[in-house]
């Protein structure tokens, strides 16, 4: 097992096996050595310590950095190391920074705290005996905990193992098993039971099942539940909604939970697209004697600097792009000479951050900014800048009003004093003052890179300097015509009545960005309210700009509200009719009574950020808080905006006649502004609980979309495999599922083991060679689908007709496998699967010769085979049909009699 890494005395109780100049494995000696346990003292003398471990050398020290009790585990660790995570870190490091490179990756897989060695691997192998149709789950942690289900005295003690698609439950007696799918938990809550303070966690399942795990230290187990959980959201999501965020893997222990959580909340907060490759504590040095304690935070494109306690309260952080760096060196601070700080300067600021291991940060520094400039420069060294056409100044009616000016020079001078003190663009300083500068308004002046700013879309062009204009020279070569046609369509009609989009050169734009984006995201390409949002951006931005900044939109901000299933717009659209009956019952009560959901009209007010369903500055002040903090913007608005017009809503008793009311209705924008920002709805994060919301609602709409895949998936099987019953199918489908664990398909190991379910005597002892296949075998003529969803249930008893005894040889299924039509990955799918048990349990006998001939011997004529061949053919049917009546071997000679019988009376010509 992989262990955080801790210093160790490698004394002669260790016995090196093999070593190198990072690495070294020990075993532990048995027996001898009195006097270096009595040196050592005690508490060495009576350990009882696992029998290998590996150490790492670093810092003229020894850190253990992996045990284990049995030597093929540790195998697998050091082969690990020597083969893969060494030649890597050698490849990109300096030594040194090589062994540290070692040890952090080390440490984000640990799955154990010290000491914990050896009873974390008997709690796995206990896992696996208890579970053994969970063999493809991989065990993310198990906590000593009680399960407490509704009707029950007293909780349960036992163990909980938490894997990557399952929370699983033994009892202290052994007497109780639970599994839960993942996929099956429609909620998590912390609860208090047994008039005890904070001490269980709340599982409801969406069959109406709850439970309770009554645990010690339960925010800390909490905290990974949710994680895991979440993550199996994202890959059931993945697999459902073409277009989703990637799904995340699973992980395979609680280090790397912790690794990935880390990195997720990187690069939220900075809002830049690479992991971070390094963290430190440090000061930011703001001149005078003012540090800034801190964390900082570097990745291949950027050094993030965010402060740990804040100066006089407020807190702040910055990003720098290292393209824009035009310098990194030491900096003495500490009286003048001791260079324990790194100076970074850019075209308009400089930064001076000090820290404590100054040649590590300074080396990884200078080596990302010589790298990414280079980079830019190569990338950049034909590309003329894009031009900069500020659409907006073209709406003369808009900009040279009174009221325009006025509020604009308003805004400005609150901005100029901000930007005087912090800098502007990339590498401004960000306070909490900023965010309410952007709440209150942003000049429009300002609005090209405060937009690109805040979306994370700066961060995303300055990572990828050049990539534009590379993805607009391919859209030709990778994107249909049928896609591109759709966007023609549409772009002329994004916003037909602003003047600068009666331009050539403004329409062109707007289709080389709706043209690229398409070709950045296959499984998105292109879908409707992505033109409006667009169009938008392109009034302040140039096309790259807009570009990227809508990607940020897509992507990051509103995710999954353009995808083919619009599966996270559907979702908001749930919660926010929820919060309509919450916050304006009566108005949600007339939609009811006149027969409109209310969704027929919001689902456009989120898709393009209310552009064009509100007055157009409050629109643009939507846009500037939805970049800031979010898609919590659309719900504050939409309520304000059904607050505001309550009255004439309730008035208007025609369905048909609402989306235009809404639409066209006349109020001061200020009055919806403070509603949404000021007063009533500023809140409404804190108190509406919308991320639970989101979570149970997403969840639900999931189970509907794969309930209905499923279902069409199994009427399309049994159409096919007519012997089979739904039941048989559907049990079938939940052992599939089940033994599948995260995964949607099943590897050789779990298609055999789930085989041994159906078929008691796979086990038999059958000498293998006597079954060895002589030629490559191919498809065998049976239907199949590749179709691999899943459903949210626990295995069920099998209610498949078995026969009493169906004894098949291991080399036999084996054979099988290989045979089937199977994924991309080579895992077997539930379509090939139903189709081979299909023959296995229900076909008549002559189908099962032809299959098993096909597995053995492909596309040969099964009228045409030798008396071996034969004889090869009749065992593995035989085997296949054999009731267990009498040992397999007495009619062994029987067999070979028959066969060759048959070949005389054919005058020994091939049947």
């Known amino acids: 097992m992989w262990v955080y890494p801790r210093a160790e005395i490698v004394a002669l109780l260790w016995e090196t096996i093999e070593e190198n100049d990072v690495v070294m494995l020990l075993k532990y000696r048995q027996s001898g050595f009195i006097g270096t346990k009595l040196l050592l003292g005690a508490a060495a003398a009576l350990a009882k310590p696992t029998n290998f471990k590996i150490v790492l050398k670093k810092d003229n020290q020894h850190f253990t950095i992996a045990t284990a009790t049995r030597k093929d585990t540790i195998e697998r660790h050091w082969k690990y190391l020597v083969d893969e995570l060494i030649p890597q870190a050698m490849e990109v490091q300096h030594d040194q920074e090589a062994r540290e490179f070692i040890s952090n990756r080390v440490a984000a897989m640990a799955s154990l705290e010290e000491g914990d060695e050896q009873k974390d691997e008997a709690r796995i192998d206990e896992f696996h005996q208890f579970f053994p149709s969970l063999r493809e789950d991989k065990v993310v942690t198990y906590y000593e905990c009680a399960l407490w289900r509704k009707g029950t005295l007293t909780p349960t003690p036992g163990c909980v193992w938490l894997t990557s698609a399952h929370l699983c439950h033994q009892s202290s007696n052994k007497s109780e098993r639970t599994i839960i799918p993942l996929k099956s938990i429609e909620a998590i809550a912390k609860e208090t039971t047994l008039l005890l303070v904070g001490n269980s966690i709340k599982i409801a399942q969406s069959d109406g099942n709850e439970v309770w795990l009554v645990v010690f230290k339960r925010d800390q187990v909490f905290d990974v539940l949710e994680r895991v959980w979440q993550q199996s959201l994202t890959r059931w999501q993945s697999r459902i909604d073409p277009g989703a965020n990637p799904a995340v893997q699973a992980s395979s222990n609680k280090g790397q939970l912790d690794l990935e959580k880390m990195r997720t909340k990187f690069k939220k907060f900075f809002r830049v697209p690479d992991d971070p490759v390094a963290s430190f504590l440090g000061s930011y040095y703001r001149g005078g004697r003012q540090f800034v304690v801190g964390e900082i935070g570097v990745s291949e494109n950027f050094i993030c600097f965010k402060s740990k306690f804040g100066v006089s309260g407020t807190k702040i952080s910055f990003v720098v792009a290292f393209k824009d760096v035009k310098l990194v060196e030491k900096k003495g601070l500490l009286f003048g000479f001791v260079q324990n700080a790194i100076r970074?300067?850019?075209?308009?600021?400089?930064?001076?951050?000090?820290?404590?291991?100054?040649?590590?940060?300074?080396?990884?520094?200078?080596?990302?900014?010589?790298?990414?400039?280079?980079?830019?420069?190569?990338?950049?060294?034909?590309?003329?800048?894009?031009?900069?056409?500020?659409?907006?100044?073209?709406?003369?009616?808009?900009?040279?009003?009174?009221?325009?000016?006025?509020?604009?020079?308003?805004?400005?001078?609150?901005?100029?004093?901000?930007?005087?003190?912090?800098?502007?663009?990339?590498?401004?300083?960000?306070?909490?003052?900023?965010?309410?500068?952007?709440?209150?308004?942003?000049?429009?002046?300002?609005?090209?890179?405060?937009?690109?700013?805040?979306?994370?879309?700066?961060?995303?062009?300055?990572?990828?300097?050049?990539?534009?204009?590379?993805?607009?020279?391919?859209?030709?070569?990778?994107?249909?015509?049928?896609?591109?046609?759709?966007?023609?369509?549409?772009?002329?009609?994004?916003?037909?009545?602003?003047?600068?989009?009666?331009?050539?050169?403004?329409?062109?734009?707007?289709?080389?960005?709706?043209?690229?984006?398409?070709?950045?995201?296959?499984?998105?390409?292109?879908?409707?309210?992505?033109?409006?949002?667009?169009?938008?951006?392109?009034?302040?931005?140039?096309?790259?700009?807009?570009?990227?900044?809508?990607?940020?939109?897509?992507?990051?901000?509103?995710?999954?509200?353009?995808?083919?299933?619009?599966?996270?717009?559907?979702?908001?659209?749930?919660?926010?009719?929820?919060?309509?009956?919450?916050?304006?019952?009566?108005?949600?009560?007339?939609?009811?009574?006149?027969?409109?959901?209310?969704?027929?009209?919001?689902?456009?007010?989120?898709?393009?950020?209310?552009?064009?369903?509100?007055?157009?500055?409050?629109?643009?002040?939507?846009?500037?808080?939805?970049?800031?903090?979010?898609?919590?913007?659309?719900?504050?608005?939409?309520?304000?905006?059904?607050?505001?017009?309550?009255?004439?809503?309730?008035?208007?008793?025609?369905?048909?006649?609402?989306?235009?009311?809404?639409?066209?209705?006349?109020?001061?924008?200020?009055?919806?502004?403070?509603?949404?920002?000021?007063?009533?709805?500023?809140?409404?994060?804190?108190?509406?609980?919308?991320?639970?919301?989101?979570?149970?609602?997403?969840?639900?709409?999931?189970?509907?979309?794969?309930?209905?895949?499923?279902?069409?998936?199994?009427?399309?099987?049994?159409?096919?495999?007519?012997?089979?019953?739904?039941?048989?199918?559907?049990?079938?489908?939940?052992?599939?599922?089940?033994?599948?664990?995260?995964?949607?398909?099943?590897?050789?190991?779990?298609?055999?083991?789930?085989?041994?379910?159906?078929?008691?005597?796979?086990?038999?002892?059958?000498?293998?060679?006597?079954?060895?296949?002589?030629?490559?075998?191919?498809?065998?003529?049976?239907?199949?689908?590749?179709?691999?969803?899943?459903?949210?249930?626990?295995?069920?008893?099998?209610?498949?007709?078995?026969?009493?005894?169906?004894?098949?040889?291991?080399?036999?299924?084996?054979?099988?496998?290989?045979?089937?039509p199977r994924e991309k990955d080579g895992t077997l799918g539930f379509g090939s699967f139903a189709s081979v048990m299909h023959i296995f349990l229900k076909s008549p006998l002559e189908e099962r010769f032809v299959f098993i001939h096909s597995v053995f011997f492909g596309s040969k004529d099964p009228t045409r085979c030798d008396v071996d061949e034969f004889h090869k053919l009749l065992r593995a049917l035989y085997r296949m049909s054999f009731d267990g009546s009498t040992s397999f071997f007495v009619n062994e000679p029987k067999l070979r009699k028959f066969a060759e019988f048959v070949f005389s009376k054919s005058s020994g010509e091939p049947l």
């Open 344 to 820: 970074i300067v850019t075209a308009s600021s400089e930064f001076v951050l000090a820290v404590i291991k100054i040649d590590q940060i300074y080396d990884l520094c200078h080596k990302n900014w010589t790298a990414r400039v280079e980079y830019a420069q190569r990338t950049l060294a034909n590309s003329a800048e894009m031009p900069f056409q500020e659409g907006w100044k073209l709406d003369t009616d808009r900009t040279q009003s009174e009221s325009y000016i006025s509020t604009q020079s308003e805004w400005l001078a609150r901005w100029e004093k901000y930007t005087k003190d912090q800098g502007s663009g990339s590498n401004m300083v960000v306070t909490d003052a900023f965010a309410d500068l952007v709440k209150q308004g942003v000049p429009d002046v300002h609005r090209r890179w405060v937009w690109a700013f805040t979306s994370g879309g700066m961060r995303k062009m300055e990572a990828n300097p050049g990539k534009y204009r590379d993805i607009l020279a391919t859209v030709g070569a990778k994107q249909t015509r049928s896609v591109l046609d759709e966007i023609d369509r549409d772009v002329p009609r994004s916003m037909p009545s602003h003047p600068f989009f009666k331009t050539d050169a403004a329409l062109t734009s707007l289709r080389n960005v709706l043209y690229a984006y398409s070709v950045r995201a296959p499984a998105i390409t292109y879908c409707q309210g992505m033109n409006i949002i667009a169009a938008q951006l392109l009034l302040y931005m140039t096309e790259e700009e807009a570009f990227w900044t809508l990607a940020a939109i897509v992507e990051d901000l509103s995710p999954d509200y353009y995808t083919k299933q619009l599966l996270g717009s559907i979702v908001d659209q749930s919660v926010f009719s929820d919060l309509v009956k919450r916050y304006t019952p009566k108005v949600s009560e007339h939609f009811e009574k006149i027969g409109l959901p209310l969704e027929v009209i919001s689902v456009a007010w989120f898709m393009v950020y209310f552009i064009d369903y509100v007055p157009y500055e409050a629109s643009l002040r939507v846009i500037d808080n939805v970049l800031m903090n979010g898609t919590l913007t659309l719900f504050q608005v939409g309520l304000s905006l059904l607050t505001l017009l309550e009255k004439p809503i309730l008035a208007e008793k025609h369905a048909h006649e609402m989306a235009s009311l809404v639409k066209s209705a006349q109020y001061p924008a200020s009055d919806l502004l403070n509603l949404a920002f000021v007063t009533k709805f500023a809140q409404i994060g804190a108190t509406a609980r919308i991320d639970e919301l989101r979570r149970a609602k997403k969840h639900r709409k999931l189970q509907d979309i794969e309930q209905e895949s499923v279902k069409a998936m199994l009427s399309d099987l049994k159409s096919r495999l007519t012997n089979f019953t739904e039941d048989d199918l559907v049990s079938l489908y939940d052992d599939f599922e089940l033994a599948a664990g995260a995964n949607t398909s099943l590897r050789q190991e779990s298609f055999v083991s789930l085989l041994e379910q159906y078929l008691p005597h796979l086990k038999s002892n059958v000498p293998a060679e006597l079954m060895a296949s002589t030629t490559a075998p191919a498809s065998p003529p049976t239907p199949s689908s590749s179709s691999s969803t899943s459903t949210d249930s626990v295995s069920k008893p099998l209610r498949v007709s078995l026969p009493s005894a169906v004894p098949v040889e291991q080399v036999l299924f084996d054979s099988i496998f290989r045979a089937l």
